[in-house]
């Protein structure tokens, strides 16, 4: 089975410019989880969702960073416009939601370079 | 910052040799997971304890949870080279929310 598949990989992008992450969670899944980690901040969980529906965005550090879960097959973290700092390891996860013992099955992870 | 702390945050040690990693968090959770994540990898689930819960076992894992002194920790039994990655507790605040702690990064030296 396909784990969760996110693109691209690698990104490499100037500052500015409107940067566009992509995740695609495991087949049956209803909760997706974006998280970013950096060496200063390490893991930190930005928005999640639920059957497509944000439940929790406190994470999000500013209006430039926007998530969207169109369907249950496909979410975009947005960020616009990309700033330096915002250089990290963007990671999706995606969870089926079961009760208090649910695991995160997080994709291999978008590295960000803004220059 | 609302993350947990790990302790160490490197540890090297010879292969065949016990790992133990310990891990604090902040707030009263739900349950307490362990990841790990190979280098340019994504995290791996290993191991979950319940609140409820003082010790799990799994394979050559070996998780405790004190909830009166909010720790946990991880202990690896006889260590290969395979194990050498970065190894996270992660304590689940709320009905989904996952906080992470800061990783001990272990090395199994041959």
């Known amino acids: 089975d396909a784990g969760v598949i996110q693109s691209p990989r690698h990104e490499v992008t100037e500052m500015g410019q409107e940067v566009t992450l992509r995740c695609k969670p495991i087949s049956g899944h209803n909760s997706l989880f974006w998280y970013r980690q950096t060496m200063m901040r390490g893991l930190e969980l930005l928005i999640y969702?639920?059957?497509?529906?944000?439940?929790?965005d406190s994470g999000m550090p500013e209006d430039r960073f926007s998530a969207k879960m169109p369907n249950a097959s496909f979410s975009t973290l947005k960020i616009q416009p990309s700033e330096p700092r915002d250089s990290a390891v963007y990671f999706c996860?995606?969870?089926?939601?079961?009760?208090?013992?649910?695991?995160?099955?997080f994709g291999p992870g978008t590295r960000l370079t803004v220059l | 910052s609302q993350q947990g702390e790990e302790d160490p945050q490197a540890l090297s040690i010879q292969e065949g040799e016990n790992a133990t990693m310990n891990c604090s968090y902040k707030?009263?959770?739900?349950?307490l997971q362990w990841y790990r994540q190979n280098s340019g990898r994504g995290l791996v689930h290993l191991i979950l304890i319940r609140s409820n819960e003082r010790e799990k076992h799994s394979g050559r894992l070996r998780v405790t949870l004190d909830t009166s002194k909010k720790s946990s920790s991880l202990l690896i039994t006889a260590s290969r080279a395979a194990d050498t990655a970065s190894y996270f507790c992660a304590s689940l605040q709320g009905a989904q929310k996952l906080v992470f702690g800061q990783g001990t990064r272990l090395t199994i030296n041959p």
């Open positions: 996860a995606s969870s089926l939601q079961s009760g208090s013992t649910d695991t995160q099955y």
């Open positions: 969702f639920n059957n497509n529906v944000p439940i929790d």
């Open positions: 707030t009263s959770i739900n349950n």
